[in-house]
């Protein structure tokens, strides 16, 4: 049974940052592109960061770049974001997604696996 699970949301301050990680079990990590997906109250799941299997390559939406990083640590298992600057805009609950294959994508439709979700606060 494939289980991923997000931690390490809360409530910040803009201008503070948060780190989110995600465990996974359950299936061969290495083999799997990992994203990170947001999803504000009303508004459809977005595409924040991806990260391919071997972790040489990334693709981030333009409204984190300069601001958040993804990296992976295949020996744990674990997959990580973390946030600097946030800004409220950023509030939402996020989620992580695996994705077979070498490719970094952007559609939640190539994820097979997603995470329950942990909420990030930013407050102004």
């Known amino acids: 049974q494939v289980q991923l699970v997000e931690s ?8 503070g940052s948060l780190r989110l990680s995600c465990a996974a079990s359950g299936l061969t990590f290495s083999a799997y592109a990992m994203g ?4 504000a109250p009303g508004q459809e799941r977005e595409f924040v960061l991806a990260i391919s299997w071997r972790g040489d390559r990334t693709d981030y939406a333009d409204s984190v770049k300069g ?13 990580y974001l973390q946030m600097n600057s946030l800004k409220p805009e950023d509030t939402a ?12 994508p952007r559609g939640p439709y190539e994820y097979n696996y997603w995470g329950q979700g942990t909420q990030v606060t930013v407050s102004s």
């Open 93 to 104: 609950v996020y989620y992580c997604a695996a994705s077979p294959g070498i490719a970094t």
């Open 8 to 15: 390490g949301g809360g409530l910040v301050q803009a201008g």
């Open 36 to 39: 990170w997906f947001r999803q």
């Open 67 to 79: 601001r958040f990083t993804i990296s992976r640590d295949n020996a744990k298992n674990t997959v």
